[in-house]
């Protein structure tokens, strides 16, 4: 019951940018087909940024782990619950990769709800320790060549074939994530849960344990992700509260400025 989500159309949706941006260049890969109960996709941003200046990235989050190395860092990142924002300074890049739902517990080896909002160090997780530094020297050869960044997916693709075939409740947990992301219309608790044949409470124990998340977080933040997508071209507020399944303009309003701290008229404005 796996749903390809449309990466084109997802990566929009949660990337809160300013059309204006410049500042960066992201190459995306998708990930080896046999690996794609584990990996989403990979992402390689490549940034320049005047001197004195600096530029926030600002991410809805999906409801799955990422890594990211940069000459600076790298991390095995949690879910964010909130809204995820970096700061961008000077010149410079960074190799990410975001997993499926199924990987971040496995790959963490503990409740993700213990890593929701947070990270820690990426050699830390058992299955990437010693990743850093080869993925640090491929990278400063030429951060914005294709086959520098197939050399590093291939590297990770290593230590994640390692986890084997996915079992009955990581490709269950898959598939509750992408019947959200995918199906619009879902907008309950009690409606994900007749979908998919689990009572509600064995899919509340089933997201935290997995994701750190609810299942209403899950509706919550697809519907942030599909006003994101609607306010770059929206004619009236109104209809696209409507369509959203809020009850009104005002509560959709306040849930959107709630979470990405711009009011919806201010994040339209953008992009006109």
């Keep these: 019951m796996v749903m390809e989500p449309d990466d084109t159309d997802s990566i929009g949706r949660a990337h809160l940018q300013d059309p204006a941006e410049r500042t960066h260049t992201i190459a995306r890969r998708p990930p080896s087909d046999h690996l794609r109960a584990w990996i989403r996709r990979y992402w390689i941003p490549v940034w320049d940024v005047p001197e004195g200046e600096t530029s926030e990235q600002t991410v809805l989050q999906y409801p799955v782990c990422l890594s990211i190395t940069t000459p600076a860092y790298s991390r095995f990142v949690g879910p964010h619950p909130g809204v995820s924002r970096t700061v961008l300074e000077g010149r410079s890049w960074g190799f990410g990769t975001m997993f499926a739902p199924a990987a971040g517990a ?148 306040r849930d959107f400025r709630a979470s990405t701290g711009l009011t919806p008229g201010e994040f339209a404005a953008r992009w006109r």
């Excluded at 496995?106 to 080869?134: H, I, M, N, Y």
């Excluded at 060549?145 to 390692?162: Q, S, Y």
């Excluded at 979908?195 to 509600?200: L, P």
């Excluded at 942030?224 to 997508?229: E, I, K």
Aim: proline letters at 4%.
């Design 106 to 253: 496995k790959l963490f080896g503990q409740p993700v709800r213990d890593l929701a909002g947070s990270w820690c160090d990426l050699d830390e997780v058992s299955a990437f320790a010693g990743l850093t530094g080869p993925v640090r020297t491929l990278m400063a050869q030429a951060p914005e060549d294709p086959e520098i960044h197939a050399r590093c997916c291939a590297l990770l693709e290593d230590r994640i074939a390692r986890l084997g075939a996915p079992d009955e409740e990581d490709l269950l947990i898959n598939d509750v994530v992408d019947l959200v992301e995918q199906d619009h219309g879902l907008l309950t608790v009690a409606q994900l849960s007749e979908r998919m044949s689990i009572g509600e409470r064995t899919l509340q124990r089933l997201t935290v344990r997995r994701l750190g998340l609810t299942p209403l977080w899950l509706i919550r933040r697809r519907r942030l992700h599909d006003a994101s997508a609607g306010l770059r071209s929206v004619q009236s507020f109104a209809d696209l509260a409507i369509r959203l399944g809020y009850a009104d303009q005002a509560h959709f309003s």
